[in-house]
């Protein structure tokens, strides 16, 4: 008798998300560069938000999924982004600013055209909507375009940073026993993991008084600790680009993933649950 995994291109995987507004709807996972550090990473873009994939794993744990068991216990879980973040890096390339010189005015499918990562040009519509509030933006016969704007992004990241701060105190006293610089240095460290030093960081920590230099030593020392804690077990490579509840997905470099490894002779797990009762009860 086939189960439920039987055809699946890629092993079950446990993925936490927020439920959308429509029963039916599907969402897209998609490859696209972390703001940070450029490297990919997966997002899932379902109900036209962008949604963040991380990923989570005890030392020891499986997962029973029907009659099929996951091994490695890791799991998948998505928290939403904002997409500023994301095109942040895309949009600083794309106006090619020098010096002085703020740079080009660029239409938005030449901004998200990043060879490699087809991801972005499924994000126009929302790139158009949030883009604005960080841009100038210039209309000609009936087509916009778009060039960064340093003080506009400068005027959303604190922003950020506020409203960060506002949040602080209701975590817990820890944080509420901070004193306002803390508070804010803490603030700018959590939004560095979405932006780059040169210039976002440096304009930032300028603009709020702050020692660049000692957020980023901070930030390091934090980052060495969290890493002497972790689990040395390494996390799996994320779901690939595709849409997240189709059968025949296929790995971002275009392979078929391996399939799921069911034990030979294994019996569904509900049938050992049945025969414990039955001993049980004598028969």
């Avoid at 099929?68 to 090619?96: H, K, N, Q, S, W």
């Avoid at 980023?216 to 509840?245: G, M, Y």
């Amino acid at each position: 008798m086939a189960s439920w995994h039987d055809g699946l291109a890629a092993p079950p995987r446990v993925l936490i998300s927020p439920r959308p507004s429509d029963a039916s709807a599907r969402g897209n996972v998609l490859s696209l560069r972390h703001p940070r550090s450029g490297d990919e990473t997966g997002y899932l873009f379902i109900d036209g938000q962008l949604q963040e994939i991380n990923w989570f794993k005890e030392r020891y744990g499986s997962w029973f999924l029907g009659d099929y068991v996951c091994e490695d216990g890791g799991l998948y879980y998505c928290t939403p982004i904002d997409p500023i973040f994301i095109f942040l890096p895309t949009f600083e390339a794309a106006r090619m600013s020098n010096g002085k010189d703020p740079g080009k005015f660029r239409q938005l499918d030449e901004i998200l055209y990043v060879e490699g990562y087809p991801g972005y040009q499924q994000l126009m519509n929302v790139a158009g909507h949030n883009m604005e509030l960080v841009c100038e933006v210039k209309e000609v016969a009936n087509m916009k375009f778009f060039r960064l704007d340093d003080s506009k992004v400068l005027s959303w990241l604190c922003c950020k940073v506020h409203n960060l701060k506002e949040v602080f105190p209701k975590l817990g006293k820890n944080y509420a026993a901070q004193l306002e610089k803390e508070q804010l240095k803490e603030a700018v460290q959590m939004i560095r993991e979405y932006l780059k030093d040169e210039p976002w960081l440096a304009l930032l920590c300028k603009k709020l008084q702050l020692d660049t230099n000692e957020i980023i030593n901070d930030a390091t020392t934090k980052t060495n600790e969290a890493s002497f804690c972790a689990d040395s077990s390494p996390a799996p490579a994320p779901p690939s680009e595709s849409k997240a509840a189709n059968g025949s997905a296929k790995s971002s470099k275009g392979r078929p993933a391996k399939k799921p490894k069911v034990e030979v002779g294994s019996k569904n797990i509900k049938d050992m649950f049945r025969r414990v009762t039955r001993s049980g009860s004598g028969s």
